[in-house]
């Protein structure tokens, strides 16, 4: 089954960097456009950042744009979010997505918390 194992998650403070990683297996890695998405204590998911299958083209949502950057390597099945210059209202539940088939796959999260 499809499985998706999210690390690299933590404290830190303004102004810092983070990455994160997203481990998938039960599927084929490289045939599936994947996404990054977050979700803060009471606020709806939010979508945080899209790279097609081939790689690119990539997207971002308003808020991250500019300091985040997602990317993959197909050859250890794990996508990636670099995150840069850190606020406090990045701080959320970071989830990585796949669909497919038409059903939607998430992994566990990772907690990201930006605070001095």
């Known amino acids: 089954q499809v499985q998706l194992v999210e690390s690299g998650g933590g404290l830190v403070q303004p102004g810092g960097s983070l990455g994160l990683t997203c481990v998938g297996s039960?599927?084929?890695?490289?045939?599936?456009?994947r996404s990054w998405f977050r979700q803060a204590p009471g606020k709806d998911r939010e979508w945080v950042a899209f790279?097609?299958?081939?790689?690119?083209?990539?997207n971002y949502g308003d808020s991250v744009k500019g300091r985040y950057a997602i990317y993959k390597d197909d050859t250890k099945q794990t996508l990636y979010l670099k995150m840069n210059d850190l606020k406090p209202e990045d701080t959320a539940m970071y989830y990585c997505?796949?669909?497919?088939?038409?059903?939607?796959?998430w992994g566990q999260g990772t907690q990201v918390s930006v605070s001095s």
């Open positions: 039960g599927y084929i890695f490289g045939h599936y456009a």
């Open positions: 790279i097609y299958f081939t790689g690119g083209p990539v």
């Open positions: 997505h796949v669909q497919v088939d038409r059903v939607d796959y």
